[in-house]
């Protein structure tokens, strides 16, 4: 079972708008989110990360909000940049997931971001 | 810079070879992790190190296992490789567990003939 799910394969913007990319978790127990960006032919780099208890977490030009009752969260770009483009993979984490604490992807978003 | 290295980048392997990937990190973390990617997959977590405490993840194959020597290295065999282990190995390491990011390595694509 999935339990961190991303539904959309891909997302196209156009360069200087909003990049908004999705991700639903079905584990209540998840405490600690993260996004991560990752490259072709490099490995995942770590963006941004939210603690369930905020709903807001803000880094330049990167927000994650976190809603925990409809267990959702989103990563908005704001602007997006054509140096965006990348696979984004949502991650979770719980501190009682039988003690190992690790984190449970998603299959990634591809975002491309048009000039 | 501080960062996780993955040697090779690249390997072949024959079916029923033995192989070894490394990972080498200089972030003095204590915590390594080996994942496994296949194509538009997430990650998959196979184990990780506590320090020298080794966890299994309950559904990794008994065919993977793993070594660390140190502190800063760590390696990931594979006993006898099958067509369905070819995969982009990732290996990360973190300060400790749970409430921390994860820093990756560019991973080594295994691809078995």
């Known amino acids: ?115 | 810079d501080a960062m996780v290295i993955q040697n090779p980048r690249y390997q072949v392997t024959q079916f029923g070879k033995p192989v070894t990937l490394s990972c080498s990190q200089t972030l003095n973390h204590n915590v390594m992790y080996w994942y496994q990617q296949k194509s538009s997959q997430a990650p998959k977590l196979l184990f990780h190190y506590y320090d020298k405490d080794f966890n299994n993840e309950a559904d990794t194959p008994d065919n993977f296992q793993s070594r660390r020597p140190n502190t800063s290295f760590c390696f990931l065999d594979i006993r006898s490789p099958g067509l369905g282990d070819a995969a982009m190995y990732l290996c990360a390491t973190s300060t400790r567990l749970g409430l921390q990011p994860q820093h990756f390595g560019d991973g080594t694509r295994l691809s078995i003939l």
């Open chain 1, 1 to 115: 079972d999935q339990q961190v799910k991303q539904n959309s394969p891909s997302l196209s913007v156009q360069e200087g708008r909003i990049s908004i990319l999705n991700c639903d978790y079905t584990n209540s127990m998840f405490d600690y989110f993260l996004w991560y960006k990752k490259y072709p032919a490099e490995g995942p780099t770590f963006l941004i990360s939210i603690s369930s208890i905020k709903d807001k977490n803000e880094d330049g030009r990167f927000t994650v909000f976190l809603n925990k009752s409809a267990k959702h969260l989103s990563l908005h770009i704001v602007p997006s940049q054509p140096g965006d483009s990348a696979v984004y993979f949502c991650a979770a984490s719980g501190t009682n997931q039988g003690g190992s604490e690790k984190l449970v992807f998603g299959k990634g978003t591809k975002l491309t971001v048009n000039p």
